[in-house]
């Protein structure tokens, strides 16, 4: 890591842990092998007994991510062994977040960038994402996607920061949820614009959020139409993929965001906006 004034720059690994990290990726399913299921790191659990062999391979993120997303496709079918495996996949992601914390903290990086654009940044990143995903309340989730959208990576080349935006809005903190838009004053994802609204909304500022739904038109038109909708139907959706401004669009933000337009009054104000109309 060289930390800069305000950017730690990339998480490096030493000599030890380098070739650690490259004895991972010789035993680990889908590296060299042609006759391994890189799709299955179950058909062969010979990476188990190497990690059992090579505890210096608890301080790598590269290590951690691969197991962790290797939980995640164990191959049974068992209530018990899924609880087990909950336990297993919330130890490995607090022991990530920890290892991060102190990797920052002993080169003197604390409160500064760790930006997506180094790769080696990556996994500690996307761990710090899981994180988020798997945590258990607010008060849990919160702190995590501050630091990982307001200070480790600001750019949010991972797309949190609609998710911070809905959570600060939906916990009373509205001037906070403007206070991320602005960031980003370009922003084209539909989620952030909506949020802008909402949050304008909330702080009062009744006049700006109805400029700012006829602005979001031109950028996302149907998303008003679908949180406004009383059944509103499901378009056909494509896996991994989403339509800026499109259908799909807006039924992923009615499913992630409806219930905080609805749970701090402001879809009642949206629909008499719109007029009925959007």
Excluded at 245 to 271: C, H, I, M, N, P
Aim: with cysteine.
């Amino acid at each position: 890591m060289r930390a800069g004034v305000d950017d730690a720059g990339p998480l490096e690994a030493d000599a030890d842990l380098a070739a650690i990290e490259a004895g991972w990726r010789a035993v680990f399913v889908g590296d060299d092998d042609p006759d391994a299921d890189a799709d299955d790191p179950w058909a062969d659990t010979a990476w188990l007994d190497w990690l059992a062999g090579h505890p210096l391979a608890w301080q790598s993120f590269a290590i951690l991510e691969d197991v962790v997303m290797s939980i995640d496709t164990v191959p049974f079918d068992d209530e018990e062994l899924d609880d087990q495996m909950d336990a297993l996949e919330d130890a490995l992601l607090a022991r990530a977040l920890a290892l991060l914390r102190l990797n920052l903290r002993e080169n003197g990086a604390e409160g500064c960038k760790l930006e997506w654009g180094w790769i080696e940044n990556r996994p500690a990143l996307r761990l710090l994402a899981l994180s988020i995903e798997f945590a258990k309340s607010a008060a849990e989730e919160l702190p995590l996607l501050e630091w990982l959208v307001l200070t480790l990576n600001p750019n949010d080349n991972q797309g949190l920061r609609e998710q911070l935006v809905h959570v600060y809005a939906g916990s009373g903190r509205a001037a906070d949820a403007l206070a991320v838009c602005e960031r980003y004053p370009d922003d084209a994802l539909g989620a952030v614009i909506y949020g802008r609204i909402l949050s304008l909304y909330l702080m009062g500022r009744h006049d700006d959020a109805v400029a700012a739904l006829a602005a979001a038109k031109k950028h996302s038109p149907r998303i008003a139409k679908m949180l406004t909708a009383r059944r509103p139907r499901m378009p056909e959706l494509q896996p991994g993929l989403m339509t800026f401004g499109g259908e799909d669009e807006a039924w992923y933000y009615r499913q992630s965001w409806g219930d905080v337009w609805e749970k701090t009054g402001a879809l009642d104000w949206l629909r008499q906006a719109t007029g009925g109309k959007t």
